[in-house]
């Protein structure tokens, strides 16, 4: 009798590519795959699959990239998989009830935050821009509402003082694959129970908009860096500079006088002192616009930048 689990897989980004792999290299049963549709990509808008279904093209497994998630012919293909598990890694979009509802063991979901905080699309970037010093994985089972499901199991990992969003983003894929395989094997073996999370604790991860790199020199430097940190690679941590814009994407804090913040007050090959609401930034790596990522020195030997110029 075969005592795998029928599984079908539902992730988009490179996120999710690990736990697919994870499900397929322990010999799980993985009956189909959905994922978002192909986009336009790059400058020539070529469209170009996303990463999850890239990955699953070398395993012969079905793929559906359904235009919309309620659609009543795609929900029914999914039904007559007979799923009996549904496991979701960043897939992109709220499930209706109506998938919800199939699997007999519920559709667990791998989420990139200690729940219940940074419930949202953007958890990673949160956590590094609100200054917390560790994060981690939660699966969880869906269910209608914004992450707000039962937790299955939880994993923490420290945010270190170097991370960005992209740093952080790699270690916990890997991370969230081990996690989602020990989940399975949990239910399987009837030993997880499932625990409801404490909405009082909530908080929220909004996707990040462009204006959310918006620099504002009145904060302090460490929240500055924060935000270069969490913000990098998307959408940039960025200000204005002799009427341009500059993203920054490397930065240190320092101590330092108050000076009107924004003001460069110091240039020297470790790159440029700016000063902030409390403390001093020194940026070590930014882009000038249209021109490609450049250390501050380089910087400032193309650029005509002295003390007393004003960011923003």
Known sequence: MDKRL???FMGTPEFAVPSLRALIGIGENVIAIVTQPDKPRGRGKKLTPPPVREAALKHNIPVFQPEKIKDETFITAIRNFSP?????????????????DIPPKGCINVHASLLPKYRGAAPINWAIINGEKETGITTMLLDE???TGDMLLTEKVEIRDDDTASS????????GADL?????KGIKSETIRPIPQDDSQATYAPMLKKEDG???????????????????????AYTRWDGKQIKIFKA????GVKEEPGTVINISTEGIFVATGKGILLIK????ENKNRMTASEFIKGYRIVKGQIFD
Request: glycine letters at 6%; charged letters at 30%.
């Open 84 to 100: 009996d598990v549904i496991a979701v890694v960043a897939y992109g979009k709220i499930l209706p009830k109506t998938i919800l």
């Open 285 to 288: 790596e930014l882009q000038p």
């Open 145 to 147: 509402g914004m992450d």
């Open 252 to 255: 240190e804090v320092e101590a």
């Open 214 to 236: 918006r620099i504002d020199w009145t904060m302090k430097a460490e929240e500055i860096k924060n935000l270069i940190r969490g913000s990098n690679p998307w959408p940039g």
């Open 6 to 8: 029928r599984i079908v």
């Open 168 to 175: 952080l983003y790699d270690r916990l894929k890997y991370i």
């Open 180 to 184: 989602l395989i020990k989940t399975i």
